[in-house]
Nanobody, 125 residues
């Protein structure tokens, strides 16, 4: 059984930085992509960033481009999300997602079979 465990969330002030981590474990011979999504209260879950496991190609939502960086450590089966210049509108529960299927589109919730429990990020003004 595949499990994803996020860590690194917290309460910060606007302009601060945080780094989220997501460690994957279980019966997965190879990942195709891992991603971060977020969900604010009363809103739908939205795409934040994704990374192709083999090529390290990265994808970002326009709202975080230039501020967030996704990276991965193959040996540790871990993906990171470095978040800089945080804004109050970044406040949300951040979810790690992973999938082993080839894909051309990385930003949809339905493209990912495996999800973590989420970690809260709160950015105060």
């Amino acid at each position: 059984q595949v499990q994803l465990a996020e860590s690194g969330g917290g309460l910060v002030q606007a302009g601060d930085s945080l780094r989220l981590s997501c460690a994957a474990s279980g019966r997965m011979s190879s990942w195709y992509a891992m991603a971060w999504f977020r969900q604010a209260p009363g809103k739908e879950r939205e795409f934040v960033a994704a990374i192709s496991w083999s090529s390290s190609t990265t994808y970002y939502a326009n709202s975080v481009k230039g501020r967030f960086t996704i990276s991965r450590d193959n040996a540790k089966n871990t993906v990171y999300l470095q978040m800089n210049s945080l804004k109050p509108e970044d406040t949300a529960v951040y979810y790690c997602a992973a999938d082993g299927r080839p894909k051309n589109y990385y930003a949809a919730v339905y493209e990912y079979d495996y999800w973590g429990q989420g970690t809260q990020v709160t950015v105060s003004p």
